[in-house]
């Protein structure tokens, strides 16, 4: 198995951003929610791997649907 694959780079992955903390800041409020209540998403998840993110950093998700159009989701980096 080749460990130099890009599984970023596949058509079934949605795009992962990691948000400044202004966002995040200005997600939560908007949200009226704690960090603590977004789902989570591991530090070792192989999507988010090589964004090197810290536990409590959030990242939004992008899926395209042809049904939905672009949709965003949210989820806090834990360890893992």
């Not at 704690?34 to 536990?55: F, G, R, T, V």
């Not at 409590?56 to 806090?76: D, L």
């Amino acid at each position: 198995m080749d460990k130099n694959i890009d599984i970023t780079q596949h058509v079934l992955v949605p795009k992962h951003t990691m948000l400044s903390p202004e966002e995040s800041k200005k997600l939560l409020s908007d949200l009226n929610i704690i960090s603590s209540q977004l789902p989570k998403i591991l530090k070792s998840d192989a999507a988010i791997k090589h964004l090197n993110l810290e536990p409590g950093e959030i990242i939004e998700i992008e899926r395209v649907s042809p049904t939905a159009g672009r949709t965003k989701f949210y989820r806090v980096v834990i360890n893992g």
